[in-house]
């Protein structure tokens, strides 16, 4: 008589299982471990390849010393002893086969249950190292959920372990990722070089693994080795019915993933389950606590909580139905702690409601994985409340969402760590836009009001389709689209008034050069100094302006200018008087025309010609010798020059003024469209945001600058701002502001700040910025996303000793 149990599990043809000669079982576990060995080395070998050429790229690009000389050890280790790393990758792998293929099932070890056990013992270093052996095989369980899923059911025929567990799979991801970790152990080397090996590991191995299962699966298969499946539903499955997740009523299909969950959220709950660094979580016996800890097989309860292959958990109706009244504001019925839940909290957002909820009622009625992600999502928000990074007034909108984003989480565990998530994308939006935001844009209009809506429609319409993030989600991008449009047509002008002075500058500076270079390397007569100080200099200005030192205005302004300096000089050759004779009708010709557009008036004009007849016939007779004017000539001395006031062009008054934010006044005659200027503008964001690991160097070289010096910390800072970075400025008064850094001048290297709408835009100099920053009165905001920032921060926690905390 079959019993009930024997019913619901995995079903071996006896006549299948009696046909594998031991000899061959043997020899298929031996080709399984050959094609392991094979394929992990090569992937390996690939991955260290990879890893040179990316950490020599992050150590080039990060200005943190630390971070730098972190990634350059790690590079030097993955280039110089890869060939020592692969052998001990499969020495150990090998040496883990063996054991895992000879030792008794019922005498297996659990690292995950070591470490539990262990925790107050273990080195903080060797802890960080099994807690990155843990997340290397969730990270390969992720991948090659359904590829292992056959894996372990034929791998656990070969053992005659039908029921082979995950930590018993001899080529599991367990294995692997122990394996990885000894053969680290060899590198004399900060454990945090190591990490950073890991990080690579998770992104190259998986997808290459993934192909050596299927490989195995399909040799074991073509040798008889179950080549067919057939799942039916256990009873045992402890932790989808503490999590309310129900399965499909005829089982899972073969080949079907069976390792569900998220690697983020199995590491959260090893990192409660081990004590959660003194964060206070709910405690055995303690309404809505945990009472589990870790389960038969090592793993924390609830692992594979979160869906089967995409299909999300079902939140059971009980709770269901209780989060869906706390969502829409009814609490009557409910209490915390022997008392009615305060409702005000409830609504206003600025409280973390859901500690409320972990001490409720409502608590009781949670399973294990349920009750762990409750605290974890109450730690995100503890952060999320206390991110001094959102303004207050958007925050507590954002605090309102509290009871969606369990829910989301509950349903859903790659909440946690899948960036395209739509809740998570939601609220990465709404704190990303929150940045910039300041009070007096006010709460009638504009940003706030859309946000708000926003939270109200998901607090009204959301159960359990998480569709309705998508909706508002498009709609927030879409409205904060049509912003950045109108900020950078505000911007372009700004940048634009900016560049049109800096143009007038640099035409001044160049034509003063011009100028004084002839008056200081000729004996000009003074009517002549006078001329090209007064009114050529002011010419060569406009035409620099207009067509730039490649322009044929410029060009034929300095002609002209050469020519009167040489038509003045002393001319003895006979050649240079016939010269002169041919120049004069065009030069005195190009001369009037100058006077005329520089605004020399009439009269002027005329007693210039005339004196420049007499400096003619002088240079003619005897190059300057027989007159008033060569007498003097002969004493001459340019650095005693008596030149025109406005001649002595201060080249320092520009940094100086600029030392401090200089408010840009647009005109009130808009400037022609620079498109490409405007263009450039409306790409900034792009740059910022979508690839922030490729920082965009701004240089701060100045075209009239002293040679370079070396700088510090704050230069190195200031030279490598992304546009697009917020700062927060302290006021003179005590209050602070937040600006964009919205285009650099590539002329003078001005930076340009604007508000989030493209208003109040100010400039600076490198400089200037830089004793902001020296003298504390400048911060640069953290934009990383907000759920990034907030699981980045409960990690470090977690990983804290109790005592570090307390």
Known sequence: ????????????????????????TTQFLNDSRDMAASKLVNALSDMLGKAVDEFFLLSETNTG??????????????????????????????????????????????????????????????????????????????????????????????LHDPELSNHNNPIGPEVIGAAFMEALKDWNCDVKVKLLLVRLFNKYMPDQLKDMYQEINQHLVEKGVLPKIRVGMKKQASSASASGMTLPAGGIAAGQPVVGGNELFATLQQLLTLGGGGMGISQPGVAGGFTGGVAGNGSAIGSSAGGIAGIPAQIGSGVMEALNKLQHGQIEGFVSNGGALDAAAFTGGRTNVLREIKSSSVANTLGHVDSMTLDIVAMLFDYILDDRNIPDAIKALIGRLQIPMLKVAMMDKTFFSQKSHPARKFLDTLAGAAIG?????????????LVDSLVQKV????????????????????????????????????????????????????????????????????????FLTGYWKPLLTSAYIQTGEDGVRWNNAIDTMDNLVWSVTSKPAPEDRKKLVSLLPGLLKRLQDGMETAGMPEEERNAFFSTLVRCHADAVKSGLQTTAEASAAEEFNASELDLPDDFALDLSSDAEAHMDFEEIALPATPLEPDFNLLQEISNIADEHTVNKTNELTLSDDNWQADP??????YTAMVSRLKRGTWIEFLQTDGTSTRAKLAWVSPMKGLYLFTNRLGERAVSITPSGLEMKFRDGLAEIINDDNLVDRAVSNLLDRLNQPVSAIE
């Open 1 to 24: 008589m079959k019993t009930a149990s024997n019913q619901n599990v995995v079903h071996i043809n006896k006549f299948e299982k009696s046909r594998i000669s031991s000899s061959s």
């Open 65 to 158: 010393f630390e971070m730098r000389n972190l990634y350059m050890e790690a590079m030097t280790l993955a280039r110089d002893k890869r060939a020592i790393l692969e052998s001990a990758f499969k020495q150990q792998f090998l040496q883990s086969f063996a054991k895992e293929t000879r030792k008794d099932k019922n005498a297996s070890f659990s690292a995950s249950a070591s470490l539990e056990s262990d925790f107050s013992l273990v080195d903080p270093d060797e802890l960080e190292e099994s807690l990155a052996a843990i997340n290397i095989a969730n990270n390969i369980h992720g991948t090659c959920a359904e590829a292992l899923f056959g894996i372990e059911k034929r791998i656990g025929i070969l």
């Open 437 to 449: 935001w300041d009070e007096a844009e006010g709460h009638q209009g504009g940003l706030y009001k």
């Open 459 to 530: 607090l009204n319409e959301f159960e359990d389709e998480v569709g309705i993030f998508v909706e508002v989600e498009e709609e927030l991008e879409q409205f904060l689209a049509a912003e950045k449009h109108q900020a950078d047509e505000l911007t372009g002008r700004s940048a634009q008034v900016i560049h049109h002075q800096e143009r007038e500058e640099i035409a001044k500076i160049m034509a003063h050069d011009e100028v004084r270079r002839r008056i200081h390397a000729q004996h000009l007569p003074e009517v002549i100094r006078n």
């Open 708 to 713: 370079e010096v070396e700088g510090d910390d």
